[in-house]
């Protein structure tokens, strides 16, 4: 890891240590550099505000790394493939709490330009061939390519994490994105939850 990234890592991890503990609001750069032991003008250098640093902690907390596609390779099923992706996405959310989410989202309003680098190209990356495949093995019946199938999905997911947001994690996400998602992609019956 270059110096660079190291300093950026330890800006992000000291944010998630303070915004966990405190809250988004009370937490300020100023703690955010002292708990980082970065000086305060080297936070500019890497972040314009401390939303972006909650946008980057999100994006960084919720990438799919490779133990995480080393657990679909254990999976039989297209569908059962699919569902991991979004569960493993869910659980990473989890951790993070349904405040880190909505502060990100509120990052991301403030600077629209940040939803370039948001990582829904890499979940379309797994999740498209995975649709393919379960459309290939009449899992999926949803005739629409697996392009449109994804970012319909992703558009219902987006939903149910707000609702999960705003509730303050008082909403199973695990089981309202399910039955959503078995709905869009029309699930063959006998793969169903709900």
């Known amino acids: 890891m270059s110096k660079s990234d190291e300093i950026g890592t330890k800006l992000i991890d000291a944010a998630y240590k303070l915004v966990k ?10 703690q ?31 990438l799919l790394l490779p133990e995480d596609l080393l657990k679909l390779l254990a999976i039989d099923g297209a569908w059962d493939k699919l569902w ?10 989890y951790e993070l709490g349904p405040d880190i989410f909505a502060y ?13 680098f948001f990582q829904v190209d890499k979940y379309q990356n797994v999740s498209e061939p995975l649709i393919k ?27 149910c994490y707000y ?3 705003l509730r303050k ?10 039955k959503g998602l078995e709905m869009i992609c029309q699930v063959r019956d006998d793969l169903r939850l709900y």
């Open 84 to 93: 991991k992706v979004v569960s493993i996405s869910i659980d990473k959310s």
């Open 169 to 178: 994690g008082n909403y199973d996400l695990h089981k309202e994105m399910r």
């Open 133 to 159: 495949n379960a459309q290939d093995k009449g899992e999926i019946l949803n005739k629409q390519e697996p392009g449109r199938i994804f970012l319909t999905c992703w558009s219902f997911s987006t939903g």
């Open 21 to 30: 503990a405190q809250g988004f609001e009370a937490t300020s750069i100023k």
């Open 104 to 116: 990100m989202h509120m990052g991301l309003l403030k600077k629209p330009e940040a939803v370039t």
């Open 32 to 62: 955010i550099c002292e708990e980082a032991g970065v000086a305060y003008s080297t936070f500019y250098a890497y972040f314009s505000s401390k939303e972006s640093v909650i946008v980057r902690l999100f994006l960084q907390k919720t």
């Open 163 to 165: 609702q999960w947001a």
